[in-house]
T-cell receptor, first 109, second 113 residues
Framework: KNEVEQSPQNLTAQEGEFITINCSYS?????LHWLQQHPGGGIVSLFM???GKKKHGRLIATINIQEKHSSLHITASHPRDSAVYIC???????????FGKGTKLTVNP | DTAVSQTPKYLVTQMGNDKSIKCEQN?????MYWYKQDSKKFLKIMFS???????INETVPNRFSPKSPDKAHLNLHINSLELGDSAVYFC????????????FGPGTRLLVL
């Protein structure tokens, strides 16, 4: 079993819908990262968080350390949000990131 | 100005050849990484350097050899290429060695025939 599990694997939504992508992990972490990979292949870091909640525009990331769970929310989704969203954790005491398998989001107009 | 750049973007080569991918970052970061993304889009760390010193060396065949001439550059040399090496290779950098926010290069799509 992968140390980082994401759900769902695939998600299709209509424009304007509220989106939630989940990430669970099984190891102690120093921080959790949310990344976005565009259809063209480029990868952008969205958030790095170790507690609580962060917001950037229509994107919100939350983390519950006790439950080892994080969520990425997209409000008022738009077709340009269509991408693969990847959760990654920095393992406590380690310099490396461990990645989930990604959630492919498609937002239809 | 591109923050993290990689060359080439595409690389098509025959089995058995040796090839190199170059990476440069102009962010002043101390740490650079090489990641491999397989056909299922799964990302995995290969190597990490902090101030030209190797700090992560995952279970990667020794045909792969990273080289960091200075902290702004991290190149990846691959000897005796195999079909299974076909993937997208991403370079990234972060300020700290305990992985901070990652800045990714555009990726190099390698196809071994």
């Amino acid at each position: 079993k992968n140390e980082v599990e994401q759900s769902p694997q695939n998600l299709t939504a209509q424009e304007g819908e509220f989106i939630t992508i989940n990430c669970s992990y099984s190891v102690g972490i120093s921080a959790l990262h949310w990344l976005q990979q565009h259809p063209g292949g480029g990868i952008v870091s969205l958030f790095m968080l170790s507690s609580g909640k962060k917001k950037h525009g229509r994107l919100i990331a939350t983390i519950n350390i006790q439950e080892k769970h994080s969520s990425l929310h997209i409000t008022a989704s738009h077709p340009r949000d269509s991408a693969v969203y990847i959760c990654a954790v920095g393992r406590g005491g380690s310099e490396k990131l461990v990645f989930g398998k990604g959630t492919k989001l498609t937002v239809n107009p | 100005d591109t923050a993290v750049s990689q060359t080439p973007k595409y690389l098509v080569t025959q089995m058995g050849n040796d090839k190199s991918i170059k990476c440069e970052q102009n962010l002043g970061h101390d740490t650079m990484y090489w990641y491999k993304q397989d056909s299922k889009k799964f990302l995995k760390i290969m190597f990490s350097y902090n101030n030209k010193e190797l700090i992560i060396n995952e279970t990667v065949p020794n045909r792969f050899s990273p080289k960091s001439p200075d902290k702004a550059h991290l190149n990846l040399h691959i000897n005796s290429l195999e079909l299974g090496d076909s993937a997208v290779y991403f370079c990234a950098s972060s300020q700290d060695s305990v992985p901070g926010t990652q800045y990714f290069g555009p990726g190099t799509r390698l196809l071994v025939l």
